[in-house]
């Protein structure tokens, strides 16, 4: 399992995390107001072996799931929030705390 941080800050992908609202459709640890249940709760992602059940849990699986959602599964709920690559590997770095 590649679920370790290659790149990317988690400080700065957690206040990204916060800005892009995820915590209305998803439980995260360490955000009180993240508290959505449209999403599974992102507690111990890092230790997933799947993202959304069809992508193998690793970085840049997480970089391309986080910038588009529905260009990897048609049928999933999470919609694309639009974000930079950078972005995304902040917040990567940010959800591979959470073990
Ligand atoms: C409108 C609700 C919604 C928003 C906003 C949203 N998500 Fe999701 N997210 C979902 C749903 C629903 C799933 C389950 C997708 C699936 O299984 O197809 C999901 C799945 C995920 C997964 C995979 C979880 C797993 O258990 O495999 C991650 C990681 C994730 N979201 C992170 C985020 C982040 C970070 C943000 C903010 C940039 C965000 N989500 C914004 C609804 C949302």
Redesign the pocket.
Known sequence: MNASPSAGDPVQGRA??RS???G???VIPGISEAD?I???P?DR?AE?A?????LA?THEN?VR??RD?PAV?P?????K?E?SENQALH?AAF?YTLR
């Open positions: 990204l995390v892009f609202g995820c209305a459709c998803h959505g449209v999403g599974p992102l992602i997933r799947y993202l959304a059940g069809v849990n997480m799931w986080l959602p599964d049928a999933t709920a999470m919609p929030v974000m917040i959800l």
